[in-house]
């Protein structure tokens, strides 16, 4: 059963995992706030990420540039053009004009409505290409000169590899883009995060490296439990191929409203390097002393989008499900994933002991896991609640406890229930909740 | 001995946490890159603030909003002229002009050099207001009209705490500033990250809230290793005080170029939801069930900048020191702010055995902890990088261990080494590692 985009927003709303931005006013269409258990997910996803791609591997380094760059970084990406200019985009005919060359409210062309002009004006694709291709001077090994910051870069961490490539660096940011016709909830917006990895590698392996990345990335979804029947690749035809890419694949994850991309893996072997050793007269080649050979290194970048893959593990683990009789809506979030990772449940909110018990396990497990405490309700409405935002686990204390020191854990997907001993609970959960 | 800045940036540089934005091209002013480990300690930063702010208490709830908003909520904080307009400014007499109005060259008033136009405009002080004032709106109890989203945003968590006063919402997000003359290495850039707080209270009991802000923010430096004597809070005199504001204190630190604002916490009144409830025409007022009494809440707000506090660590760990005669620069920073916490040095690395045994002790410890391995050079030069950079704990494995399996467990501050077990190293690190 496939589900709907307006029952994931309903969610998200009236759960506090996004909602409208400027909403007093109206709402501004294309942006969205992160409300306590969105900006969880994301905090997670971009966790996750990290996690793989810089701490567990020997080859990659993070880094967080400034958004705000050198004009001649844009100039030599060939899109200086407009990059102060305040634009308006006619909703009719698609066409783009300098706000101030327009004087009345309609589109000088066809008459049509007008966008407001657009405070940041880059596009996507250039923002990240121009902020990545401009580190990837400075990060790159000028080797011989002895004065190449990407000798810096690799001495910072360790030296527990040497400054060869292949070698990655990791980033995630914001990125704006001038986006006409925002939608999708989400899912195209003008406003949004970025993780983005620019992998440096020697031509002679750079197809294999594409190869190795495009599956790499492809696999990471599945980690975090996407369905392998909703994700698939796709290559890029010639005639949607970027001017700078050799060849792209696009991670596709099936969406309500169709296969969209999560996530874009560029071929874009010597582009960046030569305009920008072009553009700063710098020698951006690099020595490969295994080959003798001195040559621009390739890149392959794998470009994801939070928000995207935010929203397609939301849609992905929703689920309405009728378990023991009872309907019931359940976000099978992987536990990584989950905002909330064990609930406090205490059965008997009148009987002081049992509170004082459930509120100490509550300050115990917090300091190690983001929990949540909740006493407000009949314990099937406040599963229910938890079932509803992705609670991998709730532990309930009742009388019972006050004699036997055991507390129940109710497990989210399959509503089992396990008798534990208190000081148990925690290599429990522990042992649950780890990711390898 | 206090340290001069250029210490701090040469090490920086040296040691890739921070470097200049755009170098290859000249570089850029007011624009800074943080490479391997600057990404790292800003985190750690990021993660001690929220993990205190947002997990450790239940009145405050996390939120990431749009950096884009609607143009009313910018209207509402006085500032839509200029919103979307390139502006310049001169350099020398200080004036700023739209750069749509500039022919030549130089300043048109005194023909001063003019700085390049800015791609976006916002004054820091406005856009954090209006970003915050803004969400002041839906998050705010509109109780008794039962559609108000600061009930669904207190719904999400939990309902571990009823929809009351006091409230907080917390942030992390990059902000840009106009600043005509960046200076003083990351401490004054036009591109930032901010930690703000937006704490809504009864009026009755603000000036103990803001009392209590002022006093829990301060305190927040010195849990993380701060320097009591290089810390003082400073109360803003009438004439400097911003127009929103009953009254603010700045935290301030001793940097090497003076005693300058790390974060302030401003005492804003009613001002931002009455400016706010007039341009949305909402009823942005809250019925107080205790008091019987309704009003607009009163808004404390402490307002940190990410940058500034790394920097102020950087600042405030640096030594230079002479330990059993020889001398050694060392950051004695924090455990939960080191962006390493533990090396793995092997003695010999020439002995394959010892190699595979330290190989195998960091492999198990970097799933737990920012690890390192390094093994390019002697046992002194090893320790003195990770000193350099502030790791706590460093790790040798030698021959001795392949008979006894013990290591040798080196602190960073006394320079005093334990011999542990393997199998007791993680327990030993997790214990020493641990915040409170």
New interface residues.
Partial sequence: MAVELETIVSLC?????I?Q????????G???????????L?KNLKCAWWRDNV??RDDM?????????????WEASGHVAG????LVDCKQCKKRFR??HVSGPGCPECGGELT??????FDVQDLSSARWS??S??CLPAAGDGTG?FR??S??????RAAKLPFGIAQI??A?RNEITPRHFTFRT??FEQMEIEYFVPPASADEWFDYWVKERYRWYLKYGMRPDHLRLRQHGPEELAHYARATYDVEYRFPMGWLELEGIAHRGDFDLKA?AQ??G?N?TYFDDRTRERYFPYVIEPSAGVDRAALAFLVDAYREEEVRGRRRVVLRLHPALA??KV?VLPLLRNRAEVVELARKLYADL?RRF?A??????AIGKLYARQDE?GTPFCVTVDVQTLEDHQVTVRDRDTTEQVRLALDQVVAYLQDKLAVD
């Fill in positions: 709303k009236r759960r506090g995992f909602f931005s400027s909403e007093i006013y109206g709402g501004l294309g942006a969205w706030d992160y409300g306590p258990l969105g900006v969880e994301k701490y567990a380094e993070g880094l967080d540039a400034a958004i705000l760059m050198h004009p001649r970084v990059f102060t200019d305040p706000a101030d407001e002009p657009r405070a940041v004006q401009e580190r001077g400075p910051d810096q870069l001495r910072t961490c360790s030296t527990r940011g914001k704006f003008r406003e920008h553009a700063s710098r951006l905002p909330i609930a917090r983001p949540d405490y909740n006493d407000t309700g935002v």
